[in-house]
């Protein structure tokens, strides 16, 4: 099966493994003068608990020299994208050309022919993944020094996600092409379903996916540590209700007609601010739970695809 | 002998909307004697096809059990032969000895002839297509091998080179064989047996031999039908103004001087069996030359 797979998948694999290497050539080329310069201006003594003055504008310029290579890095979560490229012609293939009827018919059943193809390419994909999470992290680790690793930005780009991400990409190409039987739809159809169930994700169940630590703030105190994932953020009177920005602006109108101090005024009122965020210390976690949902999407999209295989009247 | 494809009780269900509530194949029997060849015939969608993926195990039936060897001994050329164009014919064969226990490398080269390994499939004539995809499903050394229009994107010089290939392949592997095809004509030369397939059931079954000795075509006057002396069934009639003509099978020799007695062909013999019997008769045409001919 080995054999057949890669003859079949060749330029699929080798257009992959081109990405990752082309990937891989451009982080190291534009990540040099990033990690120089956080080395130069020595900026892990800015990081907390330190407290070496100036560190404010050193960190905002390092921060606004390079903030098109974090902008650039965001779009990366589109890469593991890519493998449903590869997933959903396994079996639409197939169909297109009627092929199924010579490689159903040989002397190993439908079943384990899919099986082997899918846990294959499966294996390649997510090891040339798992390169991508890994040279991402290498290549944002200056950024995320400073700013943390657990917001979107990073998350979705780095570490043990990335692999899994792309499993499942793989795995709904598969069954989308056993569904539509044509390459361009199963590749469209797995596409939508793809970024439907990360967005879904990851703006429903990540920021829950344990509980978040809430803190009040009063006056203009700082917001959590700079590295941790601010999920909400709103001002509450002194029995807690939730203030409408209407009224805050009218306070601070009021404020600085009487010129008091804005925040100062907000705190007399007995106005806090409620805080909830999940600490950066909890990257990792977050990371085994998410990579674990999206195996676990991964392997049912294979379930399916294997129950409605021996249905599928051929 | 030992049957080595048996439908008992088959029903499958035609795929699509339309055909909801129809059924490609019911209540079906086909035996197949080993080491010989039958010529399954019929209609469009008469089931042929069907019968074959169900054989093969790429349809599922939806009643009834179908007793057929298990698929690796089964040899199985679909119909258009699909075949993978980016692959060359070496690599071809590399799949085929990938995905099966049992593999002839030696036997599939010989039934390829003197082409060359290295030639692209996307490039190979349509005979040479043919000619790949039979080597590859006699490779496996079947014990059944189930062909579905082997011949019908061929032209005849192709078509008579691939039935060559085809008995010293079968020659080799005593496999027995089944040909689906629509035009018997072309495979009856090679076939022991023909059965008839219409409407999902078998019609007619045995050799062309018996076939063709059990048939008479009856030509007298017009009459109200009685019981004929060595007639065992009526199975066609056709009224032409004043004239009569039968398509009987029968059991015994005719000797009845009011019906003039003429044999049937092959092609003849299947068509009438074909023809829905309510159908008008046509008329017969003003040549008719030579052999009588049921269908002009």
């Known amino acids: 099966m080995a054999w057949v ?102 002397g190993v059943s439908r079943r384990r022919w899919l099986l082997s193809k899918t846990l294959l390419l499966g294996a390649a994909i997510v090891v040339a993944a798992a390169i991508v999470g890994a040279v991402a992290m290498w290549w944002r680790a200056p950024f995320d020094h400073v700013d943390g690793r657990i917001r979107p930005a990073s998350f979705d780009v780095e ?39 990360r967005i879904g994700i990851e703006t429903l169940l990540r920021p829950h996916y344990l509980a978040p630590l809430h803190r009040a703030v009063i006056g203009s105190a700082p917001v959590p540590r700079t590295g941790d994932w ?28 009487a010129n008091i101090d804005a925040q100062q005024y907000l705190a007399s009122l007995g106005w806090r601010r409620l805080i909830t965020f999940q600490p950066a210390d909890r990257f990792w976690t977050f990371q085994a739970i998410e990579m674990g949902i999206f195996v676990t999407l991964g392997v049912l999209a294979i379930a399916a695809a294997l129950v409605l295989l021996r249905r599928r009247p051929a | 002998m030992t049957a080595a494809l048996e439908a008992h ?9 339309r055909h909801r509530r129809e059924w490609a194949l019911r209540d079906l029997t086909l035996d197949v004697p080993e080491g010989s060849v039958v010529g399954l015939t019929g209609p469009n969608s008469s089931g042929k096809s069907t019968l074959l993926g169900l ?66 499939v996307s490039s190979l004539s349509p005979g040479g297509r043919s000619r790949l995809a039979l080597a590859l499903a006699l490779g496996k050394r079947p014990k059944l091998l189930l062909l579905d229009e082997p011949l019908a994107a061929l032209d005849r010089l192709a078509g008579r080179e691939l039935l060559q290939v085809l008995m010293d392949g079968v020659a080799q592997t005593e496999a027995a064989v089944v040909i689906a095809t629509r035009v018997v004509t072309d495979i009856e030369r090679v076939c022991d047996r023909i059965a008839l397939l219409c409407d999902g059931a078998i019609r007619l079954e045995g050799t062309v031999e018996e076939l063709l000795a059990n048939h008479r075509l009856l030509t007298g006057a017009r009459r109200p039908l ?62 008719l030359r030579g052999r009588l001919r049921w269908h002009g």
């Not at chain 1, 990081?47 to 404010?56: H, K, V």
């Not at chain 2, 009780?9 to 909307?17: E, F, I, N, T």
């Open chain 1, 5 to 106: 797979t890669w003859r079949q998948h060749r330029p699929q694999l080798l257009a992959a493994a081109g990405l990752v290497l082309a990937f891989a050539a451009a982080a190291v080329a534009t990540s040099l003068p990033v990690h120089d310069a956080y080395h130069r201006q020595a900026l892990s003594s800015c990081l907390p608990p330190s407290t070496r003055p100036g560190c404010d504008l050193l960190v905002a310029h390092f921060r606004s020299e390079f903030a098109w290579i974090a902008r650039v890095g965001r779009y990366l979560f589109l890469l593991p994208g890519l493998a449903l490229l590869v997933g959903a012609p396994l079996l639409a293939r197939e169909f297109e050309h009627g092929t199924f009827r010579l490689a159903w018919t040989q």
């Open chain 1, 230 to 257: 601010l999920l909400t953020d709103t001002l509450v009177d002194g029995v807690g209700r939730r203030i409408t920005t209407a009224r805050e602006d009218l306070a601070v109108l009021h404020a600085q007609h």
């Open chain 1, 159 to 197: 570490g043990l996600v990335v692999p899994a991400y792309a499993f499942y990409a793989l795995a709904l190409g598969v069954l989308a092409g056993l569904v539509f039987r044509r390459t361009l739809a199963a590749i469209s159809a797995a596409a939508l379903a793809f970024v439907a169930t």
């Open chain 2, 9 to 17: 009780g088959v029903g499958k269900r035609r795929v699509g909307k």
């Open chain 2, 226 to 287: 009685g019981r004929i002396r060595g007639v065992e069934e009526i199975v066609r009639e056709r009224h032409s103004g004043r004239m009569l003509t039968l398509l009987v099978r029968t059991d015994g020799p005719i000797v009845d001087p009011t019906w003039s007695v003429d044999e049937i062909g092959l092609e003849d013999l299947l068509l009438a069996y074909m023809a829905p019997e309510e159908l008008p008769a046509p008329q017969p045409p003003s040549d």
């Open chain 2, 55 to 120: 054989a093969v195990g790429l349809l599922q039936p939806d009643e009834g059990t179908l007793h057929a060897p298990p698929v690796s001994d089964i040899g199985y050329v679909a119909q258009d032969a699909p075949l993978y164009r980016s692959f060359t014919v070496g690599e071809m064969l590399d799949f085929a000895r990938e995905l099966n226990v049992r593999w002839d490398q030696r036997l599939a080269l010989e039934l390829l002839g003197s082409r060359s390994l290295e030639t692209k």
